[in-house]
């Protein structure tokens, strides 16, 4: 059974609770300390992982980014534990800036963090419609296309829409054909009602509702340089082989088309 608790619904007090009053690991168990936002990806990864490793089963402990930090911190500094004797395996956070962070205080062995998933920017369309645009450059050369994207003063989806527009070559400002939302699901939603032809959204955004919108158009990382998710070991992981043998897991090519289901895309290994 997987530890499903969410940020905001879980203090860090709780999380430092569970980390140092949980049994002792059973051999086969790998812990992973995750932020909500990656929750698709790493259970997938995790069922998957467990499939092909029939003797191992994955827990997955979940809160934001700061509790992350302060449990990690305590866990290395305070907790009473050691080299290869800590509570917690793997860390896989929202994003690369925490585990850098905790590389460099150490909590977080050096080298082992591995890229598994980045996530792109994607052009949709309503499911239904027949003729739609085949690439970002229509945006610029069809000038009809009313489209929906995020805030850009609110939202990193919006600011990064802004930067691929600028790359296609948008140079004015945002005028009536743009319906701005606050969040992707507004986007979604105001492209679906009829307020625009085409959305810009993340691509596991698009996969979770694929059942009314299509993707049409991918962005490159030339466009738009997408954001990268990886895992890394604990410095205090009680079991390093295991930790290692996940880590070569989600850079196989059968991990990576569970990524790319999802909607994320797969990252080379020697990204």
């Known amino acids: 059974m997987?530890?499903?608790?969410?940020?905001?619904?879980?203090?860090?007090?709780?999380?430092?609770?569970w980390a140092f009053t949980?049994?002792?690991?059973?051999?086969?168990?790998?812990?992973?300390?995750?932020?909500?936002?990656?929750?698709?990806?790493?259970?997938?990864l995790s069922r998957q992982f467990e499939q092909t490793h029939p003797t191992v089963q994955v827990k997955i402990y979940y809160n934001s980014g700061l509790a992350l930090r302060q449990t990690v911190a305590t866990i290395e500094n305070r907790?009473?534990?050691?080299?290869?004797?800590?509570?917690?395996h793997l860390l896989a956070p929202g994003g690369d800036e925490l585990i850098a962070r905790l590389q460099h205080k150490h909590y977080v062995l050096p080298g082992t963090a591995v890229p598994y998933a980045s996530v792109p920017l994607v052009l949709v369309v309503p499911e239904a419609l027949v003729?739609?645009?085949?690439?970002?450059d229509a945006l610029l050369h069809q000038a009809n296309l009313?489209?929906?994207?995020?805030?850009?003063?609110?939202?990193t989806l919006g600011q990064q829409t802004m930067q691929l527009l600028r790359a296609v070559g948008f140079a004015g400002s945002l005028g009536k054909r743009f319906d701005v939302a606050s969040d992707a699901a507004s986007v979604l939603d105001h492209l679906l009602h009829g307020k625009a032809d085409v959305a810009i959204v993340y691509g596991p955004d698009a996969v979770r509702e694929r059942e009314h919108v299509r993707?049409?158009?991918?962005?490159?990382?030339?466009?738009?340089a997408p954001t990268v998710?990886?895992?890394?070991?604990?410095?205090?992981?009680?079991?390093?082989?295991?930790?290692?043998?996940?880590?070569?897991?989600?850079?196989?090519a059968d991990a990576q088309a569970v990524i790319a289901r999802l909607g994320y895309q797969p990252v080379s290994a020697t990204r």
């Open 2 to 17: 997987r530890y499903r608790q969410v940020a905001g619904l879980w203090g860090a007090s709780a999380a430092l609770a």
């Open 22 to 44: 949980s049994p002792s690991l059973a051999a086969g168990q790998l812990v992973i300390a995750a932020s909500p936002t990656v929750s698709g990806p790493i259970e997938a």
């Open 79 to 88: 907790g009473g534990y050691f080299r290869d004797t800590g509570p917690i």
């Open 131 to 136: 003729e739609a645009p085949a690439s970002f």
């Open 146 to 155: 009313r489209v929906a994207m995020a805030d850009p003063e609110l939202t």
């Open 215 to 224: 993707i049409v158009a991918t962005a490159s990382d030339q466009l738009s």
């Open 229 to 252: 998710h990886s895992i890394a070991t604990l410095r205090s992981c009680p079991d390093r082989p295991l930790c290692e043998q996940f880590l070569e897991f989600v850079r196989t």
